[in-house]
């Protein structure tokens, strides 16, 4: 897992090794309150236990899904994300194995 703050790359499946957009990582989403009503598998809470939030910065390739749709939302798109209104409607959940850390160039 990235840093919280830290700036990185959003990279997609299928899409190699070129980012499809840019952001600043946040913190990892909430686990899973086993006491809710609806419980998850093991697995699933593994698979959650490997994401963090992103605000997305900028994005470089338009029409690339999100890897998690937000509840109702009707965003679906990360250029969608990058142009709401709101920077918090900014902030989307993304695998862990495809954020890299942006380094800066000399």
């Given at each position: 897992m990235l840093r919280v703050g830290a700036e990185c790359w959003i990279l997609y499946p299928g899409c190699g090794k070129r980012p499809v957009a840019e952001g600043i990582v946040g913190s990892a989403p909430p686990s899973h309150n086993t006491?809710?009503?609806?419980?998850?598998?093991?697995?699933?809470?593994?698979?959650?236990?490997?994401?963090?939030?992103?605000?997305?910065?900028?994005v470089f390739k338009k029409s690339v899904e999100l890897m998690?749709?937000?509840?109702?939302?009707?965003?679906?798109?990360?250029?969608?994300?990058?142009?709401?209104?709101?920077?918090?409607?900014?902030?989307?959940?993304?695998s862990v194995r495809y954020l890299v850390h942006k380094v800066e160039e000399a």
């Open positions: 006491e809710g009503r609806h419980d998850r598998s093991f697995l699933m809470s593994l698979c959650e236990a490997r994401q963090q939030n992103v605000t997305v910065t900028s998690f749709v937000h509840g109702n939302s009707g965003i679906r798109y990360l250029d969608e994300v990058a142009i709401a209104p709101d920077a918090t409607d900014r902030t989307v959940r993304w």
